[in-house]
């Protein structure tokens, strides 16, 4: 196996994709239609074609707010999910920092599927074997997409909820090897955190521009990893009064009260806080019904007509929406759609979301709501979930986290949990302070010189 590492772009290329050459910029474009290009790497960043965020307004009709709900859409980044952006940092940060090459370790990517379906094709492009460690009870697609991108599975059991057997397997079969394998641990390590404060949170921000009054009131998202919720310590670095939201299924409520039931929410609720959670900049903790987002996914996917006859919606509008959804963005903009209520938000405000995927992944999803449905859901159904999960959505069980406690009880879980894998108390309490998180993200500033001069002369 080769050792010449295979270029990507650094994270100020995936934040403005606009700093690489005219040439570089053209043979990645022309380079989607093949998949499996490396110049695909250079195309890990949230903007389309024409270098606009790729966004979706949607239609005041389906939220029932007057705020503007803008979904960031994860779908085109290569490999159909934005996790790609995070599983490539981390590899980049191994090659760059800690000299990995080609056929020195496997990757391995503990997931429940869109991270580890993006270290799958980061590590094919970049020429590693890769092993995903992920529950055995995850949609179908998101193993197909895996094993298409030559990764290995290591199934842990259970779902989402269980995704601490996965962490537990990832660190007694595979940290505990260092020199056989490489982890993009993904709840635990910062290039996680880097990528989405420094490239998801400009993404956040770039969104809004020209909507309403043009800045971000609230930022909304369900952790998985967490990684996502880091883009609002980049928000509020610039609007110190944005809200950030952490979403969680209402059957796996373990940061609100400790629950840890299972839901069907994949890719959210994993029975933990992680480690990359800056829990003093999350505000507001909100519950979602799992079984509310899968109805939402097929609202908008089987729903078309009834969006446009029964709601409102425009046609373009609602054909503009099919096929861009999972559960886990429908969770996230259900919990937008709170938010908007909870804050009091007005035509003027922006509460902006993201879709880390689309439909792609989830057509087994819906078959299992057909069972558990007795058959497809009639018009009528469709009408009612639509109205019940949308417009319906309450502001029922809802955490002020800024409220006295809740920040520190949110720590002291992450310290319970993390200092069993091995990380020192005394590192997990520098994390109650900002001046920890900036400092992470400061390092960006060290590492881009490092990838640059590790990948050569590109473009």
Not at 56 to 74: D, F, M, R
Not at 393 to 406: C, K, R, T
Request: net charge negative; hydrophobic share 35%; aromatic share 8%.
């Amino acid at each position: 196996m080769s050792r010449t590492i295979v270029p990507g772009p650094t994270y100020a290329e995936m934040r403005n994709p606009m700093l690489l050459s005219d040439d570089l910029r053209a043979q990645a474009n022309a380079a989607r239609d093949d998949e499996l290009n490396p110049l695909n790497l250079f195309n890990i960043n949230w903007r389309n074609t024409s270098n606009q965020v790729e966004r979706i307004v949607l239609p005041k009709e389906l939220t029932g707010v007057q705020a503007n709900i803008v979904v960031l859409s994860g779908r085109t980044f290569p490999s159909g999910s934005m996790k790609v952006g995070p599983a490539y940092a981390t590899l980049a940060e191994n090659e760059a920092l800690n000299h990995l090459r080609p056929g020195d370790r496997t990757v391995i990517g503990p997931s429940t599927g869109n991270f580890g379906i993006g270290t799958a094709y980061v590590s094919l492009l970049k020429g590693y074997k890769a092993i995903v460690v992920m529950p055995d009870n995850m949609s179908e697609e998101r193993y197909d997409r895996i094993q298409k991108y030559k990764g290995d599975l290591d199934l842990t059991p259970g779902t989402e909820s269980d995704v601490i057997l996965t962490l537990e397997r990832t660190h007694s079969e595979y940290v505990s090897k260092p020199h056989q394998y490489v982890t993009l641990a993904q709840f635990e390590l910062m290039p996680n955190y880097r990528f989405h404060r420094h490239v998801t949170g400009k993404a956040v921000v770039d969104a809004v521009k020209g909507l309403g009054n043009g800045r971000v009131a609230a930022f909304a998202s369900a952790p998985g990893s967490a990684g996502t919720l880091a883009a609002g310590d980049y928000v509020k670095s610039l609007y110190g009064d944005a809200r950030i939201v952490a979403l969680e299924p209402r059957e796996c409520s373990t940061l609100y009260d400790g629950g840890q039931g299972q839901h069907r929410i994949e890719g959210i609720g994993d029975k933990m806080v992680t480690l990359i959670h800056n829990v003093y900049n999350s505000d507001l903790l909100m519950l979602i019904r799992d079984e509310d987002t899968v109805r939402g996914m097929e609202v908008v996917q089987s729903g078309t007509h009834i969006l446009v006859d029964r709601l409102g919606v425009p046609s373009a509008v609602a054909c503009e929406l099919f096929g861009k959804f999972g559960p886990s963005c429908i969770c996230n903009v259900v919990g937008a759609i709170k938010t908007a209520k909870y804050l009091g938000l007005g035509p003027d405000d922006n509460v902006v979301t993201i879709a880390t995927d689309s439909y792609d992944r989830y057509p087994s999803v819906s078959q299992a709501l057909y069972a558990r449905n007795g058959g497809k859901p009639s018009d009528d159904q469709l009408e009612l979930w639509a109205k019940s999960v949308f417009l319906g959505a309450s502001l029922g069980e809802i955490v002020d986290l800024n409220q006295p406690g809740q920040h520190e009880r949110l720590q002291k879980m992450k310290a319970d949990l993390w200092t069993r894998f091995g990380y020192s108390a005394d590192y997990i309490r520098q994390m109650a302070g900002q001046e920890f998180w900036d400092a992470e993200y400061a390092k960006i500033q060290e590492i881009d010189p490092v990838i640059a001069e590790t990948r050569g002369k590109i473009g």
